[in-house]
Nanobody, 124 residues
Framework: QVDLVESGGGLVQAGGSLRLSCAAS????????MGWFRQAPGKEREFVAG????????YYADSVKGRFTISRDNAKNTLYLQMNSLKLEDTAVYYC?????????????????WGQGTQVTVSS
């Protein structure tokens, strides 16, 4: 069993920043790729960003490229998502997830453990 716990969500004005964290309960955190997904009301869940297990490769959805940065601290079993220049359309529940494979996937079906989510609300 793997527990993933997100934190750092909240209410922020457009143009502001937030940093999400995802703490993993297992020592094998460094053996897996990790990803961030989000789901807005009435919309399907979508890939936001992913990172290889070593942190050497990162991938982003076009909608967040240049504004969001994914990173990880394997010594702390923690995944991060730095979100800058936030837009109204970034409002969603954000989830971290553990990848099934070494490589990063943009498909949710390729992730086996998920956190409970943290709400990010961007206001005008």
């Amino acid at each position: 069993q793997v527990d993933l716990v997100e934190s750092g969500g909240g209410l922020v004005q457009a143009g502001g920043s937030l940093r999400l964290s995802c703490a993993a309960s297992v020592q094998t955190f460094s053996s897996y790729s990790m990803g961030w997904f989000r789901q807005a009301p009435g919309k399907e869940r979508e890939f936001v960003a992913g990172i290889k297990r070593s942190g050497g490769g990162t991938y982003y959805a076009d909608s967040v490229k240049g504004r969001f940065t994914i990173s990880r601290d394997n010594a702390k079993n923690t995944l991060y998502l730095q979100m800058n220049s936030l837009k109204l359309e970034d409002t969603a529940v954000y989830y971290c997830a553990r990848g099934r494979a070494v490589s990063v996937s943009t498909e949710g079906r390729n992730y086996d453990y998920w956190g409970q989510g943290t709400q990010v609300t961007v206001s005008s």
